[in-house]
Nanobody, 126 residues
Framework: QVQLVESGGGLVQAGGSLRLSCAASGRTFSSYAMGWFRRAPGKERELVAAISWSGGMTYYADSAKGRFTISRDNAKNTVYLQMNSLKPEDTAVYYC???????????????????WGQGTQVTVSS
């Protein structure tokens, strides 16, 4: 069982930065791949970025490439999403999720994810 709690969301102007954190409970955090998703009003949930259990592999959606960076600190049971050059279209509720992957294939980041946080709101004003 893993419980996830996101933090770090807020209101920021376009071009600004935010750093989201996701704190996980449980001693097996380092066994899980982690993902950051977002859901904007009227849109489907989107995988923004994912990171393997060791941090050795990452995935970014095209919308996040070059602007967002996912990282993790297994000693602190925390995964981060550094978001730079934010745009109004980045406005969404951001969720972190955990996926216990036993075999990493080419589409390892697709899930399904086993555990989800409650989300944190990110609002980017123009």
């Amino acid at each position: 069982q893993v419980q996830l709690v996101e933090s770090g969301g807020g209101l920021v102007q376009a071009g600004g930065s935010l750093r989201l954190s996701c704190a996980a409970s449980g001693r097996t955090f380092s066994s899980y791949a982690m993902g950051w998703f977002r859901r904007a009003p009227g849109k489907e949930r989107e995988l923004v970025a994912a990171i393997s259990w060791s941090g050795g592999m990452t995935y970014y959606a095209d919308s996040a490439k070059g602007r967002f960076t996912i990282s993790r600190d297994n000693a602190k049971n925390t995964v981060y999403l550094q978001m730079n050059s934010l745009k109004p279209e980045d406005t969404a509720v951001y969720y972190c999720a955990a996926d216990l992957i036993k075999l990493y294939g080419s589409s390892w980041y697709e899930g399904p994810y086993d555990y989800w946080g409650q989300g944190t709101q990110v609002t980017v004003s123009s």
